[in-house]
């Protein structure tokens, strides 16, 4: 199908496939600017409309304008870079590593997983690690083992997408003439039994595999894809982070670096296109939100949107600030995404099941309603204990509550990426 793949500039496919990518100049510092301009076959009627959305407004804040475009070809999404200075310069209140631990240390058995996980996972939830005395490494070899018992469960999109649930982030796969496509792997544990799902959906081999950030429960099976023959494609943030160990605050976790064989030898940094087995695919990066490596995934052929960690349906989302995620970078990604889609359009979380418009918009408003009630506590002086004893979730946590995180988990998330 491919003459040449020219990774983060071109992607020259079929003749009628050729995309050309140009860019906005930078805006200027004093503006925390989302700029997009939408051009789908499926959304003729947003050609040419500029969205702007302001990284910390609260939601609807969206100009349409003709002005300042460069280009008849897409234009993809660009953040100022001062962006992240801006949002990581307040210092005011910012908790030490000591306010983190001994806060952590208040959760135990705080965390509810019936909806991520099963329910033998609690066994390694941040508190029950803690009491028990598990190391990250080790709370991280349970959790890929418990992943790998749960069940896989196949969702049909379309004729050729297929949303695959269970052991880790959501796996959709496009499956056509030109071969397979998979978005995320799913974890390490649950391989064999991920490679006979996707098998099950034809003869067809897998080739190529789209990360949506870096995260184990994301990547784990990358290197068997590729080992079969597949490309790997992801933001250069994803190889970059897969290079490295981490440790994942509040989860408990430390990951080792991913092995070589694992990381997307193929990144680019704000659009990626193609066309693949009937299906216009459009990557575009997201701004830090969950970490600095998102991206969505459209396949604007049949309008479905891979979101990942920017969008946990229906739960309370984590957010990893040691990789630049905060919440303030969760509320603009789904206020851009918002924008892009329409009611129409299926939503693939990272985490939860199918959802559309509606379902993230709502998870935007509760992500904005949580970011308020936080600031108010962190600027009025309270310290992160203040806050979680404070409780200013109690209302939210019977209705988001019951996936990964805790209400005062979550409230330790918030403060701590304001």
Known sequence: VFSKLLFGRVLKARKSDIVFEQEYPQSPPCKQTVFRRLQSTNHA???????????????????SSQ?????????????????????????????TRRDVLRAAGA????????????????AVSPGNARQSGAAPASALSAARAEFGQVPIKTVTLTDKLTLLTGPGGNVVVLNGADGKLLVDTFTQDAWERTKKAVDGLGAAPVQFVVDTHWHWDHTDNNAHFHDAGAKLIAHENTRKRMMQPHDLEVLNLHIDASPADAWPEHTFRESYQMGFSGEHVALGYIAPAHTDSDIFVHFETSNVLHLGDVFFNGIYCYIDRGTGGSIGGMIAGASKMLAMID??????????????KSDLRKFRDMLVTARSRVRKLKTSGKTLQESVAARPFADLDPVWGKGLLSGDQFVQLVYTTL
């Open 67 to 95: 002005n300042n475009l460069k280009s008849e070809r897409t234009i993809r999404s660009r953040v100022d870079s001062n962006r992240s200075l801006t949002r990581n310069g307040r210092q005011q209140n910012l908790p």
């Open 45 to 63: 009627r947003k050609i040419g409309r500029l969205a702007i959305v302001t990284a910390d407004d609260e939601p609807g804040n969206e100009i």
């Open 107 to 122: 959760f135990a058995g705080g965390a509810a997983m019936s909806q991520l996980f099963p329910a033998t996972l609690a």
């Open 343 to 356: 009611n129409s359009t299926m939503i693939v979380p990272g985490h939860g099941p199918l959802g559309n």
